[in-house]
Structure formats: structure tokens, C-alpha cells
């Protein structure tokens, strides 16, 4: 599968690797996500998936000091950055992909 050639080809690159322009292009688009991720925090809008996700697990929520299954973690970290529309904006897809994107 296609996505599988991408994680394997994603997995194995190096920051070295990479020119000094993408490095410092990869590094803004993940300030503006933490950024934009505190901001939707201290808004609270995503108290109101809180009753949803599940239990315990081993991914963090940003703020909350206590840990989810991952999807749940990355679908409230995704809400937290995106609920605002502060997240970057892409001019080629005319959307805001880095709070879907970026692993966290």
C-alpha cells in the first residue's frame, strides 16, 4: 500500500538529511500547531469531547497531565489545535493540515 511506501520512507529519513529550508519550515509549522494547540486549551472547547474518549492509555493529552488510548489523545490534541482556525494555513490545499498531520 501506498501509505505503507510513506511510513517506511518517512521512518527512515534523517533531519540531517533534509535541506536546512525544510528543516526550518518543519520546525514553524510545529510551533504555530503547539501555539494554536494552547490557545483552543485555555478557550476549554474540548472539555466537551472529555466524556467520550476512552479510559486509561498511553498517549498524553496536551494540558491535562493525564493519559488516553492514542486515537483519543490525537483526536483531542487534533481538536485542541484546530478549534480555533489559528492553525497554519496551506494556500496549495486551502486548508489547515498541520493539527491532522503532525504526529503528536
Given at each position: 500500500m501506498l501509505v505503507n511506501k510513506l511510513g517506511q520512507f518517512v521512518s527512515q529519513t534523517r533531519c540531517h538529511a533534509l535541506p536546512a529550508e525544510v528543516v526550518d519550515a518543519t520546525k514553524l509549522r510545529i510551533l504555530d500547531l503547539l501555539a494554536a494547540g494552547l490557545v483552543g486549551f485555555r478557550l476549554g472547547s474540548h472539555k466537551l469531547l472529555l466524556p467520550i474518549v476512552?479510559?486509561?492509555?498511553?498517549?498524553?493529552?496536551?494540558?491535562?497531565?493525564?493519559?488516553?488510548?492514542?486515537?483519543?489523545?490525537?483526536?483531542?490534541?487534533?481538536?485542541?489545535?484546530?478549534?480555533?482556525?489559528?492553525?497554519?494555513?496551506?494556500?496549495?490545499?486551502?486548508?489547515?493540515?498541520?493539527?491532522?498531520?503532525?504526529?503528536?
Open positions: 476512552a479510559g486509561a492509555g498511553p498517549a498524553s493529552v496536551w494540558g491535562l497531565g493525564a493519559k488516553f488510548p492514542l486515537r483519543d489523545a490525537v483526536l483531542v490534541n487534533s481538536f485542541l489545535a484546530h478549534s480555533t482556525y489559528l492553525d497554519d494555513g496551506s494556500r496549495y490545499t486551502g486548508g489547515h493540515p498541520s493539527s491532522v498531520v503532525i504526529p503528536f
